[in-house]
T-cell receptor, first 113, second 113 residues
């Protein structure tokens, strides 16, 4: 089983749709969780951290379920500009004083008019 | 806030040639630094990380090496490039041992012919 798994998609949705991505992780000792966004041929950029209590930033909502070891990202009222690859990241390992993030391979979202 | 610079932005090199990619950081000190590679259509692969000057940990044994000659400088090198070394090379940082959010530089796109 891969450490962090995501459905690669692509998710092809119309503008205004609500779309949800899930991510599962294998290390139950993982301590922190994130969603990143990566545009084509660009570096990943932090979208939001994920907390057990859930957190919301505008149209984006992230949830963590530790018992089931999965993380979700919900995007409401999709915009064309939301088209990107969304990376799930888990900090499950610490080595020599450094977090070693583990990245999922990403879920591709295409929002069309 | 911190800024990560990567040089060069793009590079085309013949097989068997040497490589040197540079990453420099501004606006912070004592960061944990990371080198990733992202092959076309693939996920992020952690290559090396460093928690301080001269301290390098290798994740994937291959024909690449890394060095950290100064606190805010991280270099990725190779003596002889392979075709499989083509990809998008990303430098990233985590601000220190008590934080867990990773930030990325703009990347270097390497094509080996």
């Amino acid at each position: 089983r891969k450490e962090v798994e995501q459905d690669p998609g692509p998710f092809n949705v119309p503008e205004g749709a609500t779309v949800a991505f899930n991510c599962t992780y294998s290390n139950s000792a993982s301590q922190s969780f994130f969603w990143y966004r990566q545009d084509c041929r660009k570096e990943p950029k932090l979208l939001m951290s994920v907390y057990s209590s859930g957190n919301e930033d505008g149209r984006f909502t992230a949830q963590l379920n530790r018992a089931s070891q999965y993380i979700s990202l919900l995007i409401r009222d999709s915009k064309l500009s939301d088209s990107a690859t969304y990376l799930c990241v888990v900090n499950g390992r610490v080595s020599g004083g450094s977090y070693i993030p583990t990245f999922g391979r990403g879920t591709s979202l295409i929002v069309h008019p | 806030s911190q800024t990560i610079h990567q040089w060069p932005a793009t590079l085309v090199q013949p097989v068997g040639s040497p490589l040197s990619l540079e990453c420099t950081v501004e606006g912070t000190s004592n960061p944990n630094l990371y080198w990733y590679r992202q092959a076309a259509g693939r996920g992020l692969q952690l290559l090396f990380y460093s928690v301080g000057i001269g301290q390098i940990s290798s994740e994937v044994p291959q024909n690449l090496s890394a060095s950290r000659p100064q606190d805010r400088q991280f270099i990725l090198s190779s003596k002889k490039l392979l075709l499989s070394d083509s990809g998008f090379y990303l430098c990233a940082l985590i601000l220190g041992p008590y934080t867990d959010t990773q930030y990325f530089g703009p990347g270097t796109r390497l094509t080996v012919l």
